[in-house]
């Protein structure tokens, strides 16, 4: 199982970076494009590029909740130690089951409506959500399942982890 976790976090690492790499590409066309006569104006990169964020923000966070690097409080995971990542895992399971029970009629509302501009079915720009929400319940879940097996639950990078 720790494998395809690490696996699976590694993957999700390069793909989040690809998508940052074509996204700043593609910014950085369009407002060269602006500004240079001689380079044509693509009007699709503005579409493409807005789809690539929600897909880049959805992904990212469940990245995130894999890897345990969603911000915290200080203040209050000292004194409530284990309790504190308990309480962590169950909200971010909560907060992904209400992301999947509202992402669900938002994409298939989105399923017979096509871009006028790129003419991509607006559904893989409404289908990040679900994406999203699924990664953000199988992490919140993983770090449950961290915490009985007793392997570490919080963020190993953070500063006020205590050797």
């Given at each position: ?35 240079l006569p ?68 938002f994409a ?54 205590e050797d």
């Amino acid at each position: 199982m720790r494998f395809w976790s690490e696996l699976f976090r590694k993957l999700m690492g390069t793909l989040c970076a690809l998508l940052l790499l074509v996204l700043g590409m593609l910014v950085f066309y369009q407002a060269a494009s602006r500004y240079l006569p001689a380079l044509p104006s693509l009007l699709w990169t503005e579409e493409i590029s807005r789809g690539l964020l929600v897909w880049l923000v959805m992904l990212g966070a469940g990245w995130a909740t894999f890897e345990g690097t969603h911000f915290r409080l200080a203040v209050l995971e000292k004194p409530l130690g284990r309790l504190f990542d308990w309480i962590g895992a169950t909200g971010m399971l909560i907060g992904g089951a209400y992301l999947l029970y509202s992402a669900i009629p938002f994409a298939s509302r989105g399923m017979n409506r096509v871009s006028q501009v790129s003419g991509l079915p607006a559904a893989w720009v409404y289908s990040a959500l679900l994406v999203g929400a699924v990664l953000i319940l199988l992490g919140a879940l993983a770090r449950m399942v961290d915490l009985l097996t007793g392997a570490q639950a919080t963020d190993p990078n953070s500063p006020d982890q205590e050797d």
